[in-house]
T-cell receptor
Framework: DAEITQSPRHKITETGRQVTLACHQT?????MFWYRQDLGHGLRLIHY???????NKGEVSDGYSVSRSNTEDLPLTLESAASSQTSVYFCASSEGGNTEAFFGQGTRLTVV | AQSVTQPDIHITVSEGASLELRCNYS??????LFWYVQSPGQGLQLLLKYFSGDTLVQGIKGFEAEFKRSQSSFNLRKPSVHWSDAAEYFCAVGALVGLIFGKGTTLSVSS
């Protein structure tokens, strides 16, 4: 079965360190997304990609970057981790930009 | 701007009672609408979706939702809630930049 996997599931890092969260999908979807989930805010879009070499900023992109070198992967990098980036991060993929999205299990990131 | 509002942050219903979770959206064109459920520590699972056609859509786990254009609403319903339905529920609208989510409603089920 097709799936979308995130790694690691949990990570603790120190302020100022660079962190990369992995996302791999086997749906063969062109569209991939990164969201963060925080209490009281729901899910907010960080970055999205419509295909290889395409990346776009979402609502809360400051301090984050992504790259898309193949269809399957969209890693999310925190250039210099801050405590405000402590959150649960979800990767998703979809066939179309406004169609249903399939989500990974999430990565819980704690910045200390 | 496109947005989704879920007016109820937390709802508690008795097991066996009916459920309605509210969702209002703001979107210029005909919306694509979704309801997702998230159990603790898990990712989001699609319950149902509306693209066009019949305004009453059926989903998994006995859920249904009704699209009302005049009220800009897409409320989720279930006739009889089970304890396993306790979770967080998200309404979303499809936009060019992916899905825009409401802030969610936490459902608690009392025995």
């Amino acid at each position: 079965d097709a799936e979308i996997t995130q790694s690691p599931r949990h990570k603790i890092t120190e302020t100022g360190r660079q962190v990369t969260l992995a996302c791999h999908q086997t749906w063969n979807h062109n569209n991939m997304f990164w969201y963060r989930q925080d209490l009281g805010h729901g899910l907010r879009l960080i970055h999205y990609s419509y295909g290889v070499q395409d990346t776009n900023k979402g609502e809360v992109s400051d301090g984050y970057s992504v790259s898309r070198s193949n269809t399957e992967d969209l890693p999310l990098t925190l250039e210099s981790a801050a405590s405000s980036q402590t959150s649960v991060y979800f990767c998703a993929s979809s066939e179309g930009g406004n169609t249903e999205a399939f989500f990974g299990q999430g990565t819980r990131l704690t910045v200390v | 701007a496109q947005s989704v509002t879920q007016p109820d942050i937390h709802i508690t219903v008795s097991e066996g009672a009916s459920l309605e979770l509210r969702c209002n959206y703001s979107y210029g064109a005909t919306p694509y609408l979704f309801w997702y459920v998230q159990s603790p520590g898990q990712g989001l699972q699609l319950l149902l979706k509306y693209f066009s056609g019949d305004t009453l859509v059926q989903g998994i786990k006995g859920f249904e939702a009704e699209f009302k254009r005049s009220q800009s609403s897409f409320n989720l319903r279930k006739p009889s809630v089970h304890w396993s339905d306790a979770a967080e529920y998200f309404c979303a609208v499809g936009a060019l930049v992916g899905l825009i989510f409401g802030k969610g409603t936490t459902l608690s089920v009392s025995s």
